[in-house]
């Protein structure tokens, strides 16, 4: 059993809300530029005073319809700026949000909004509307994001009496897990939950992100997943400049007019620039030169984690500046020099690479029980394969299974009216039990090496952890998915889809998935992600499916986890091919 903590850096007053920092800062600071909200003109920008004002004239409409202290209130739309408006005008009150993915199902919104006892709902679309209103036809309020609505005599004095209600110790969101498998479970999140967590990060080990001249983000990623929402608040409470992007499409276009100094994303996003990079290389005829590109960064990199790269190398590099590395920075809109990535493994070479290139990526893990971060790479201390060391007030234990544990105020505060499954992950010491499976080196470094409901315990016996293995296929360009499969068979195989952006200008899968090369293609990725593993634990095998594994499909999570259990029903046929083919 190991374990590693870090002393907390900033305490949260028991009197602490999280609507203090906008309202003092539009006292302090009221011209300070806080937001920017995207128009087809550009930017303009939102100052502390005017968001602070609007905060709070919404807070008024909030009371004047009736939502008291403790009152849940569902939000169901895409990344914008009336996310980040709602949600602060809430806590101001002393209401709870409660986060429904834009993308979920009738059923999943009447389960969200029926176990949270929701009061009321703000949703962005008419297909939201339309869903709400079947899902819980009896809600007693539905307004649109954008709405105005009616403050009734509501003064200033009414607000500032609400908001100084308000407690560290109060509620503040309820976030339901995305469900992987059964209902989703709701986490009690609360004003301290996310205080603690945010404030430890922005004026602990994380500060060099939030310092220098106007530093800004762009949110993209869906602020119903709570790293998203971590992240929000840490901006606020850093006085950072926010942007939101709504559509992941525009997130390319947005990057270089909005020019964000740092971004998070999921491995797949940094995945998806990637392949972009090379993919256009390719086809412009500098293939080789963007490979060779990459490999020295990369190279670099490394180098760079071990006493520094030699003089050849740094000239490599330099040259490679000007051909590849400025071109790509250039594409994020030349400011951008870090990152942070969560959700899955990012992986060596892509960590490696994006460092070698000019922005660094900083890896770190957590779960919505844990108010997203229990641990994070930092600036000066990256050590690329690992998720970094806890954060400050954090402790981690690595169990005798090897399951890890977490301890701290960011701990969530249990499932909302599910006594038994807190107790199930919450033991009598106060430790999460988190489910991953992990490591922590001399240093205090974790690194995640599976989940424990995960492990595939083959036929032989031999326990195999299906994540690196994935994460190595999904680096290739190629592949948009990859599942690896082998739980009381002979041996381990994979299922994999093919990215439709990859594919030549008319081609489909059913057309390419038995073309030699494309195989080879598939096989080389194979083969790469069987040197990170010993021979029994290797796939033998694989299949491409004939289509995505998308959220659209039902087998995507929001946060683009793998839904296992549906993939291994609804692809049952072609599982029992891969192995009946054996026998």
Known sequence: ??????????????????????????????????????????????????????????????????????????LMSRTRYEWTLIDYALWTIGAVTVPIYETSSVEQIRWILADSAAKAAFVELDTHEQAVKEA????????????????????????????????????????????????????????????????????????????????????????AHI?????????????????????????????????????????????KVYNAAEQKAITGGKGKIFARAADVAVAWSKAESSGGAPLGLRLQRAIFDKLVYGKL?????????????????LGDRLGHFFRGVGIEVFEGYGLTETTAPVSVNLPGANKI??????????????????????????????????????AEVIDADGWFHTGDVGELDDDGYLRITGRMKEILVTAAGKNVAPGPLEDALRAHPLISQAMVIGDGRPFVAALITLDPEALPDGATVSSLKSDPEVLAQIQAAVDRANALVSKAEQIKKFVILDADITEESGHLTPTLKVKRNLVMRDFAKEIDAIYDSQS
């Open 136 to 223: 819980a036809p009896e809600l007693k309020s539905l307004w649109r994001v954008d709405a105005t609505l009616e403050t009734g005599g509501v003064t200033d004095a009414d607000v500032t009496a609400r908001r100084e209600q308000v407690t560290s110790a109060d509620l503040a969101t309820v976030v339901y897990t995305s469900g992987t498998t059964g209902r989703p479970k709701g986490c009690r999140i609360t004003h301290d939950n996310l205080l603690f967590t945010a404030r430890n990060v922005v004026r602990g080990p994380l500060e060099p992100l939030f310092a220098g001249k106007q530093p800004a983000a762009l949110l993209f990623l869906p602020l």
């Open 227 to 271: 790293f998203a929402r971590i992240i929000q608040v840490a901006l606020v409470e850093a006085g950072a400049i926010i942007a939101h992007t709504p559509n992941m499409k525009n997130v390319a276009p947005d990057l270089q007019s909005f020019q964000p100094t740092f971004l998070l994303g999921v491995p797949r996003v940094f995945e």
């Open 329 to 345: 920075r250039a594409a994020t809109g030349g400011r951008l020099s870090a990152a942070i990535s969560g959700g899955s493994a």
């Open 385 to 422: 394969g690992t998720v970094g060391k806890p954060l400050p007030g954090v402790t981690v234990r690595i169990d005798d299974s090897g399951e890890i544990l977490a301890k701290g105020r960011n701990v969530f505060h249990g499932y909302w009216k599910n006594e038994e499954a807190t």
């Open 1 to 74: 059993m190991r374990e590693y903590s870090v002393p907390v850096l900033v305490d949260v007053p028991v009197d602490a809300g999280l609507p203090d920092t906008v309202f003092r800062r539009a006292e302090q600071e009221p011209g300070a530029v806080v937001m920017r909200r995207k128009t087809e003109s550009g930017w303009p920008a939102v100052t502390a005073a005017e968001f602070r004002d609007q905060v709070a004239e919404l807070a008024k409409g909030l009371i004047a319809a009736g939502i008291e202290h403790g009152d849940r209130v569902a």
